[in-house]
């Protein structure tokens, strides 16, 4: 695969803010769309919280969820954004929502035992005005990989408040240097390695 090569990116923001409230988790994942964008790749945002998505760990809870429509989005996508906010050290419930419904694609395999999700790309964006970011990048990143996605070096992207601040990652004039070197590196490498599945993927088992 060429650096020409198009490439898809959904990124799923799980503020607990619904649309259109301003949400810093939701301004850090575009961002990080912005930054894609210039490694060939279009992405999409869902807000997760405006849809209802339904409680439970299989890939369709049935009458009236919207998961399923959410989904498609990401099975049509080579790169997976995940982006919450910080609370009481942990990642919003909406993440860990998504975390569970994720679960079901452990069901979902291909022809060699695989999950569907085998091949795509995953990262990570915390954002919060408290501790955690470093434990949440690390419990996204793992139930991720156990789903199946593939996690790129340096794939996860946080910003904290100093300690017992008030502020939001919105409120700040401008994004901090270290944010931002790292939201580079972090789309140039999940755009090199989403190609490079592209182009060799996984062995079957």
């Known amino acids: 695969m060429t650096e020409a090569t198009p490439l898809r990116a959904l990124a799923l923001v799980c503020s607990l803010k619904a649309s259109p409230a301003p949400s810093s988790s939701d301004l850090i994942a575009r961002q990080l769309l912005e930054e894609l964008a210039k490694h060939g790749v279009t992405g999409d945002v869902v807000r997760v919280v405006d849809h209802d998505v339904k409680p439970g760990v299989e890939v369709d809870m049935g009458e009236g969820d919207a998961w399923p429509a ?25 993440a860990q929502r998504v975390l569970e419904r994720l679960d079901g694609e452990l069901s979902e395999t291909d022809g060699t035992g695989r999950p569907l999700v085998t091949g795509k790309v995953a990262v990570t964006a915390v954002v919060g005005n408290e501790d955690g970011a470093h434990k949440i990048t690390a419990d996204l990143m793992q139930g991720l990989n156990d789903m199946g996605f593939t996690i ?7 910003w904290n ?18 944010v931002a070197s790292t939201n580079t590196t972090l789309a140039e490498n999940a755009a090199s390695l989403a190609r490079a599945l592209k182009a060799s993927p996984y062995p079957g088992s």
């Not at 790129?152 to 946080?158: I, M, S, W």
């Not at 408040?161 to 270290?178: F, I, K, Q, V």
């Open 70 to 94: 959410i989904r498609a989005r990401m099975m049509a996508a080579d790169i997976l954004v995940v982006s919450t906010p910080t609370w009481v050290r942990h990642m919003s419930s909406v």
């Open 152 to 158: 790129p070096a340096q794939g996860g992207t946080y």
């Open 161 to 178: 408040d100093e300690a017992m601040g008030s502020r939001d990652y919105l409120d700040l004039a401008e994004t901090p240097e270290a």
